[in-house]
């Protein structure tokens, strides 16, 4: 059987280390484009881990990184679009935004996921296999009030463009979805004593945060475990929307 092939953008995140975990031990051939090394020695170490040095919010660094991968698999099973942050200075709402952020806000945690789907289709539809995905990581910022104005609109924009190709991408067999996530601590040791995540906690009826590892389970649930989930956004959040 030809070996499955996942690309995670922004694997060497706070969460991106789960999700990479997950794919790995499912024996994937793991591809993270990010602009950062991951810095895990387990992982690096893994025969099956490679890391192409990409930022994608620049299309030509994009196709570099798939022309890479088209001369050496020729085909992708998997997209993984999960790279993504809010400005600092969009924190403070309106008043404290400035107009460069919100651009450089839309175009990575937005327009980085449409040149992505883009340049990796041929990638995807040289796959004959009839189990291929996109997961595209949103926020509850896109459905809910939770400040950072430019962050959130781009979110809720990922909505509209999972939407829009879902049923196009179902023709060719890949499955479309988006993953609203709510606040997600990195490291569980640093939940107790930081205000931040206290306050947070206040307002989620279940008094627990999703932690990386529930979002690794989701996507690879969605990606390997599920068949019919299409065009459908999935909010992970213990409940931090309702
Ligand atoms: N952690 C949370 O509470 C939370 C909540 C809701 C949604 N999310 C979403 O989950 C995803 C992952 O978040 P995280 O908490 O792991 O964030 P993180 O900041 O730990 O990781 C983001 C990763 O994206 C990479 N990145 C940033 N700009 C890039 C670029 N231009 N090109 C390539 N890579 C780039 C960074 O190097 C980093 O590895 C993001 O899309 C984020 O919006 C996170």
Not at 135 to 158: E, R, V
Not at 215 to 237: C, H, P
């Amino acid at each position: 059987m030809a070996k499955k092939i996942t690309v995670i953008t922004g694997g060497s995140g706070g969460i991106g280390r789960s999700v990479i975990r997950k794919f790995l031990d499912n024996e994937d051939k793991v591809i993270v484009l990010d602009i950062q090394k991951i810095r895990n020695e387990k992982i690096l170490e893994n025969e099956n881990f490679e890391f192409i040095k990409t930022d994608i919010t620049n299309p030509e660094e994009i196709e570099e990184a798939k022309k890479i991968i088209e001369e050496k698999y020729g085909y992708i099973n998997n997209l993984v679009s999960m790279a993504g942050v809010n400005m600092k200075s969009e924190i403070g709402g309106m008043e404290t935004i400035a107009i460069e952020d919100i651009d450089k806000s839309i175009k990575l945690n937005l327009n980085s996921h449409i040149y992505l789907v883009k340049i990796f289709l041929d990638l995807l539809k040289n796959n004959p296999s009839s189990k291929k995905t996109i997961t595209m990581i949103s926020s509850i910022n896109a459905i809910s009030d939770h400040g950072l104005p430019a962050y959130s609109a781009a979110k809720s924009g990922l909505y509209g463009f999972m939407k829009s190709i879902s049923n196009s991408m179902a023709e060719n067999r890949i499955r479309v979805n988006t993953v609203s996530l709510g606040t997600v601590p990195h490291n569980d040791e640093t939940i107790e004593e930081n205000e931040y995540f206290q306050t947070k906690l206040q307002k989620i009826a279940i008094k627990d945060f999703v932690r990386p590892k529930d979002v690794a389970d989701t996507i690879f649930a969605i990606t390997y475990i599920t068949r019919g989930i299409i065009g459908q956004n999935i909010v992970l959040d213990m409940g931090q929307s309702i």
